[in-house]
Each structure stands twice: as structure tokens, then as C-alpha cells.
């Protein structure tokens, strides 16, 4: 079955500085992948999508990166800013998900960003 | 418009006892999904329901578990004899026809 793996240890920049996280998956390529923000005891929100045919996905300070070949994105965020801390989650869609949209996540990688 | 909303947004209770979540989805979306979130974990898919029809539901969730979507709109789900082992956020998310999912801010249930 699928599985995804994020960074289990916390990530923590100082501020200023490009923060960088990882979603590796294991077995088939999705049809998309996304990333979500998660901040302690609030439901996540969505940020970016990006689509097994796009290498690259961008939204102000976001970037997102989608490596098929090596089964992995990587999520960015530049000019990182304290109120970036958060936990940044990964889910992707199967190829199969049909009409469900069925989402399969990942752990998610805590970011502290220090001023 | 406000976004998907869910009450209550906390709920203790005691071992045995039936609990009951409502989700109220953003008004035009179709697509309503319930999920379940420990600490330190991703948010688990429970069921899905496309408009009234409940068209998927996890082989993990037990049948103390149900959940309804009557007319559509907001959805219930209710757990029956509660286990500490269901203490939890229980996340509600909705999007109509799109892959986005916009979630609720949740509801933290403690069996004690």
C-alpha cells in the first residue's frame, strides 16, 4: 500500500532563512500531491497542489517541487517569518482515487522558526 | 460565508457514553469527508459522502461509529459506547468537484 514519509523531527530556521521539507512516497506516483498548514488544535488548510505533470508549483514565499523519478516533493517556504511555525502536512491523491478524492497523509514535519 | 464549521469543539465524556458531531460544510459544496487525528499523527479518513449518499467508509471504523448526511447539507457522526481509544480530534473537511479540501476546525473528544 501507499505510504508517505515526512521529516519526523522538528525543523527549526532562523528567521530570514529558506525552510525545506520533504514528502517521500513509496510505491505508485500520485495523481496529485498537496500540502497543508496545520497550527495546534485547528484543522489543517490547504496551500498548494501540484499535479504528477508539473515540476513546479509557486504561490508568493510557497514553492513546491515534484520529483516522480525520485518519489518526492519538497515544500519551501523562503524568507521564513516566525508566524510560519507550524506543522506542514503532506497528503497525496492516488491514482485510482476516482470521484472519492480520497487523501492519504502523511505524519506532517513540525517547523519552529526563531526569530 | 464562513467556512466549514463543527460543534462541539470540545466534548468530555465518560466510557460507555454516546457522543454525537456536527459538521456544517460550506453551503455549496457536495463532498463531505470525516476525519480522525491523534496527536503526532495525520488526519485518518473515517467516511465520505457525496451530497446524502455515504459512498465510502474505513474497514478500520467499527460499528460504533455512523455517521448521516440527511438532506445533504451538514453531516452527523455519532460514536456509541465511547472507549478511551476514541479520544481524538475529529476533523470534517468538504469541496465541491475540486480536489481541494477545506477543513473544519475540529472537534477534541476525551473518553475519560
Known amino acids: 500500500s501507499q505510504k508517505i514519509e515526512q521529516n519526523s523531527e522538528a525543523l527549526n530556521i532562523q528567521e530570514g532563512k529558506t525552510a525545506t521539507l520533504t514528502c517521500n512516497y513509496t510505491n505508485y506516483s500520485p495523481a496529485y500531491l498537496q500540502w497543508y498548514r496545520q497550527d495546534p488544535g485547528r484543522g489543517p488548510v490547504f496551500l498548494l497542489l501540484i499535479r504528477e505533470n508539473e515540476k513546479e508549483k509557486r504561490k508568493e514565499r510557497l514553492k513546491v517541487t515534484f520529483d516522480t523519478t525520485l518519489k518526492q516533493s519538497l515544500f519551501h517556504i523562503t524568507a521564513s517569518q516566525p508566524a510560519d511555525s507550524a506543522t506542514y502536512l503532506c497528503a497525496l491523491a492516488p491514482p485510482n482515487a476516482g470521484n472519492n478524492r480520497k487523501l492519504i497523509w502523511g505524519l506532517g514535519t513540525s517547523l519552529a522558526v526563531n526569530p | 460565508d464562513t467556512g466549514v464549521s463543527q460543534d462541539p469543539r470540545h466534548k468530555i465524556t465518560k466510557r460507555g457514553q454516546n457522543v454525537t458531531f456536527r459538521c456544517d460544510p460550506i453551503?455549496?459544496?457536495?463532498?463531505l469527508y470525516w476525519y480522525r487525528q491523534t496527536l503526532g499523527q495525520g488526519p485518518e479518513f473515517l467516511t465520505y459522502?457525496?451530497?446524502?449518499?455515504?459512498?465510502?467508509k474505513s474497514r478500520l471504523l467499527s460499528d460504533r461509529f455512523s455517521a448521516e448526511r440527511p438532506k445533504g447539507s451538514f453531516s452527523t457522526l455519532e460514536i456509541q459506547r465511547t472507549e478511551q481509544g476514541d479520544s481524538a480530534m475529529y476533523l470534517c473537511?468538504?469541496?465541491?468537484?475540486?480536489?481541494?479540501?477545506?477543513f473544519g476546525p475540529g472537534t477534541r473528544l476525551t473518553v475519560l
Open positions: 459522502f457525496q451530497n446524502e449518499a455515504q459512498l465510502e
Open positions: 453551503s455549496e459544496h457536495n463532498r
Open positions: 473537511a468538504s469541496t465541491f468537484m475540486a480536489d481541494t479540501q477545506y
